[in-house]
């Protein structure tokens, strides 16, 4: 018999044991499916199936005690008890990167938790993997003992008895807003993402239910549930009247760190399937261009994350669009990981790095963040917050605060979430959050349902002879040398012409895959300074984003080091809205030599268009960002060398394009070597004629006549981009003075 079936009366023992407790449930099962075609563009590797049994963790601690309780992110990750944290829990809300020094409607929170038993093993062995601290293995074994010996189960804790059982109901609970409401923020997040200001947004809205004093849920309770329908994790927090209950069912990983290792596995795209159907599931989820492009995105958007803390080239996409179970659901994910830089670095600099998760978030994060805080009618608090729980100062595995149930001080309540797109169906998506609340009200009975005895005392027999591992009460202090990445992100404006010469000038436009580009930049060798260029209507104080500082006499002096060529090349980052929104991108592309090497990425390459006098258009009214298309050559690039690019797929997020037409017009000193067609084609006006036969309609790869100036409307960066590395290689090469 599996240990795990003891599982829920080893609960009830412990929770006899203490008054609150934090739980950390963890259930490791393989992909039941992997992309037949799937190959990982970052390493150059096909993905290989996983094989392993199927793997469980438990862990319990009793009465954990609160060591930094503030409701400021700057002040939590910059405290003692946190940036010191060899090991502990972290409980942290949802906070937009504009607000990282603003107080949230909840506190972030860091647990000691010194009094602990953790069980951990595959999912048929006979006995797991037994870890402990402090007192309460041994009270739990006692009690064993003389519940053996007596031959009498014991009974629940008195807590749950004596509240209303009447409010478990799903009827309880009610919506924070509208259908029409709902509906009114999906379309105004869609008309942001045809204007260009998004690519995917992750919208939330509320459901309330009873009060904290009707319902309380025990721990017995909670695990019980879990076992009835594991998630891949449980998350119980029950500690204190002044601190927040959670009871979350989340199927997804944030982050994964194993010493220098980390790995993070964003989910996209859910569909019903059961053991008969998964095949199906998997298949219409793989032939879903909504679904695709989604995952496409919230890939790239965290392997951008990676890349800010991880040795350049190191960051891989292990497993593209594979298949997981998660109950009755089936779900596509990716498996992003990569090498830390600095291989001691603080658990806290990683979750400042990259907090908010972007896959409940959208991209780019910083502008999504801004649209949801506008739109959204509540605060999110906890929900789609984070979950750590750090064994030492090398090791920790966390989890997002999604499919849960939260109460403050007065009501319970949930979060539903939905993925928007600019191919976003607005009723499919209203119709998808009362199937997410059908399952969350099972949830919610099971949860909170009573159970006043249990009958398999003796299945906990195994425990009285386990090999125990004593963790000692020793703190370790992990002390991080600073992270190099994150010394970037410091506010300055000292420049040293001696210091940056030669380097590539990386102008960043805010976008959620810059640092994809900037580490494929760095991993072929290349010196390169990271400058923001903030859009001018953004009213947002820019010290907050903890960028380098753009104050004009910073600007100046950049433009001037520019213009005399203390650089080797710049590089023009995407980003959100139109060219016209950077004065200091625009600036620096005046004053740039035009003997020097300019790279210009999605809104890079526009800005170059627009420069030379060229229209933009909308890319068609339903944009498909993440979209795959073939490139259809017209002229064989000069400066790119030979490179041969047709028939292969690259990765486009534009919902502005130019037309090959409008700049063969206008801007006849650039060469149009590629062309893509519309996904939607706009009539052509009268006026217009093609002056060469190109097959497509719209630019996607362009070059100067003269200069060494190359525009490129998709992202070669992106990991579904197949001749990307490819590009990057020969730009490098261009830089170096190869071509």
């Not at 520019?562 to 200091?584: H, I, M, T």
């Not at 149009?672 to 630019?699: F, H, Q, Y």
Request: charge should be negative; aromatic fraction near 8%.
């Amino acid at each position: 018999m599996s240990w795990l079936n003891s599982i829920g009366t080893l609960a009830h023992l412990l929770e006899r044991q203490a008054h609150h407790w934090i739980c950390f449930l963890q259930f490791e099962s393989p992909h039941v499916a992997r992309h037949p075609q799937a190959t990982d563009q970052s390493c150059g590797a096909v993905t290989q199936p996983h094989e392993g049994e199927p793997w469980v963790r438990c862990f319990f601690a009793a009465q954990p005690v609160v060591e930094c309780c503030e409701f400021v992110a700057r002040d939590f990750y910059s405290h003692p008890a946190v940036r010191n944290a060899a090991s502990g829990a972290f409980l942290i809300p949802y906070s937009p990167l504009d607000e990282f020094d603003r107080p949230q409607s909840v506190p972030f929170l860091k647990f000691a938790c010194e009094n602990f038993l953790e069980l951990s093993g595959t999912l048929h062995g006979a006995e797991p993997r037994v870890r402990a601290r402090g007192t309460v293995l041994d009270r739990c074994l006692s009690d064993l003992r003389e519940q053996l010996l007596s031959g009498s189960p014991p009974s629940t804790g008195a807590v749950l008895q004596k509240k209303a059982t009447d409010h478990r109901s799903d009827a309880s609970w009610s919506p924070s807003e509208s259908k029409q409401s709902l509906r009114e923020m999906f379309e105004s997040l869609m008309s942001l993402m045809r204007d260009g200001e998004s690519y995917l947004a992750n919208a939330s809205t509320r459901l309330y239910g009873p009060t904290r004093e009707q319902v309380e849920v025990s721990l017995s309770a909670f695990v019980s549930s879990w076992l009835q329908s594991p998630s891949r994790f449980g998350v119980f927090v029950s500690s204190g009247a002044e601190v927040p209950a959670i009871l979350c069912f989340s199927p997804e990983r944030f982050v994964q760190r194993e010493g220098g290792r980390i790995v993070t596995e964003p989910i996209k795209g859910t569909a019903k399937a059961n053991a008969a159907e998964q095949c199906l599931g998997a298949s219409a989820l793989w032939n879903s261009t909504k679904e695709m492009c989604e995952q496409k995105m919230v890939t790239d958007l965290l392997r951008n994350d990676l890349n800010a803390l991880c040795v350049p080239g190191s960051v891989c996409v292990e497993a593209p669009f594979a298949m997981r179970c998660a109950g009755e659901l089936l779900q596509m994910q990716s498996v992003i990981s990569g090498q830390l830089q600095e291989p001691q670095i603080a658990h806290a600099d990683i979750f400042r790095s990259m907090l908010p998760a972007g896959s409940v978030i959208g991209t780019p994060k910083f502008a999504v963040g801004q649209q949801l805080r506008a739109l959204e009618k509540s605060q999110r608090g906890y929900y789609t917050g984070v979950f750590a729980l750090a064994d030492d100062a090398q090791n920790f595995e966390s989890t997002l605060l999604i499919r849960g149930f939260f109460a403050g001080k007065e009501l319970w309540e949930v979060g539903l979430g939905a993925g928007i797109t600019a191919l976003s169906d607005v009723d499919f998506e209203l119709a998808e959050f009362d199937l997410k609340w059908q399952s969350f009200a099972q949830r919610w009975l099971a949860a909170s349902a009573r159970t006043d005895s249990i009958s398999d005392t003796e299945g906990c027999r195994w425990l009285l002879g386990a090999q125990v591992m004593q963790q000692h009460n020793v703190h370790q202090s992990a002390v991080a040398a600073p992270c190099a990445a994150l010394k970037q992100l410091s506010p300055s404006i000292a420049l040293d012409a001696n210091e940056l010469c030669n380097h590539i000038l990386f102008v960043d436009h805010l976008d959620s895959f810059s640092w994809n580009l900037l580490a494929a930049l760095r991993a072929q060798g290349c010196p390169t300074t990271r400058v923001v260029s903030h859009p001018a209507k953004n009213e947002f104080a820019q010290a907050n984003t903890q960028e380098l500082s753009a104050s004009c006499a910073w600007e100046e002096l950049l433009v001037d080091f520019a213009a005399q060529g203390v650089f080797s090349a710049l590089v023009f980052s995407p980003g959100p809205g139109r060219p016209e929104d950077y004065p200091l991108s625009q600036n620096l592309l005046r004053h740039w030599p035009h003997t020097k090497p300019l790279l210009g990425v999605c809104l890079g390459h526009q800005l170059l268009l627009t420069d030379a006098g060229c229209s933009l258009r909308r890319a068609g009214s339903r944009p498909a960002h993440g979209r795959a298309q073939s490139l259809l050559m017209a002229e064989q690039p000069q400066w790119l060398t030979s490179l041969s690019l047709e028939p292969q797929e690259c990765t486009f997020y534009n919902s502005w394009n130019i037309a090959c037409d409008e700049a063969q017009l206008r801007a006849p000193q650039w060469r149009v070597c590629a062309s893509v067609a519309d996904v939607e084609t706009p009539d052509k006006p009268a006026s217009m004629e093609l002056l060469t036969p190109i097959l497509g309609n719209s630019v996607a790869l362009c070059e100067h006549r003269k200069n060494p100036w190359i525009g490129m409307q998709f992202h070669p960066e992106s990991f579904a981009t197949v001749p990307g590395k490819s590009l990057i290689a020969a730009f490098v090469a261009l830089c170096r003075g190869g071509a």
